[in-house]
């Protein structure tokens, strides 16, 4: 068994997608019409074939009370594994993302944590 597809609420597909491909790197794998809003899908530009991360519209009346929860309480809705946290937080922040936490390591691990522009925070890690 292993992990097909998770997602991440959005406010904006749209804007979404542009932050998720044009800012963080990934690359749009799925994009299928279902009404008002889409099945839209990015995966990593490396690994085209690996896990999808779907893009839903954050239109349940549940969703947003929840992820405003996550967010005012500083937890990360997804986590992204990346080679080098600082250098993606510094190239980041050079494209003008902005963090709630800068890179911090503890023990083996070095995290960093963003906001996605589009309702979340996204936690990029490092483990040694």
């Known amino acids: 068994m292993r992990i097909h597809l998770t997602s991440v609420f959005v406010d904006d597909q749209d804007k979404a997608l542009r932050f998720y491909t044009d800012v963080l790197g990934f690359t ?3 994009d299928v019409p279902l ?24 239109g349940h009346p549940a969703v947003k009370p929840f992820t405003s929860a996550l967010v005012e309480d500083g937890i990360p809705a997804a986590a992204f594994a990346v080679d080098d946290v600082r250098a993606e937080f510094d190239r980041l922040r050079g494209l ?8 911090l390591t503890t023990g083996p691990v070095t ?18």
């Open 96 to 103: 003008g993302v902005r963090f709630t936490q800068e890179p």
């Open 28 to 30: 749009k794998k799925t």
């Open 35 to 58: 009404g008002a809003d889409r099945w839209l899908t990015v995966v990593a530009s490396e690994d085209p074939e690996g896990t999808e991360l779907l893009l839903e519209p954050d």
């Open 111 to 128: 995290t960093a944590v963003l906001d996605d522009t589009c309702g979340n925070l996204i936690q990029l890690v490092h483990s040694a």
